[in-house]
């Protein structure tokens, strides 16, 4: 599976941006799809992720209720729409196939496989 994100760039806070990870390679869709992102100076962190049908999602406590995740079967594309933006949202964006774990309020690394490279999103204050 190859992963490509796209998306980010400059946005004002409160300002909303969506994130887009297109999927490529053999049975892309019987993968979870996870968000992840690292700030400068600190550890990669799990925003998101939706399982291989769509139907199960999980949000990290930091973006619960602002971040939705879905799916586009029809394009090969998982996206990470972003609204309410904040400067502690800026980082490298990554998406990640494999499947959905969750601990500590966040979605966990452990069980994707796949890595794609990120996206930078810089929001302004």
């Known amino acids: 599976v190859q992963l490509q994100a796209s998306g980010g760039g400059l946005v004002q806070t409160g300002r909303s941006e969506r994130l887009s990870c297109a999927a490529s390679?053999?049975?892309?869709?019987?993968?979870?799809i996870g968000w992840f992102r690292q700030a400068p100076g600190k550890e990669r962190e799990g925003v998101a992720c939706?399982?291989?049908?769509?139907?199960?999602?999980y949000y990290g406590n930091s973006v619960k209720d602002r971040f939705t995740i879905y799916r586009d079967g029809a394009k090969h594309t998982v996206y990470l729409e972003m609204t309410s933006l904040k400067p502690e949202d800026s980082a490298v964006y990554y998406c990640?196939?494999?499947?959905?774990?969750?601990?500590?309020?966040?979605?966990?690394?452990?069980?994707?496989?796949?890595w794609g490279k990120g996206t930078l999103v810089t929001v302004s204050s």
């Open positions: 939706i399982s291989s049908d769509g139907r199960t999602k």
């Open positions: 390679g053999a049975a892309w869709d019987t993968y979870a």
């Open positions: 990640a196939a494999g499947r959905c774990t969750y601990h500590n309020g966040r979605p966990g690394e452990s069980g994707m496989n796949y």
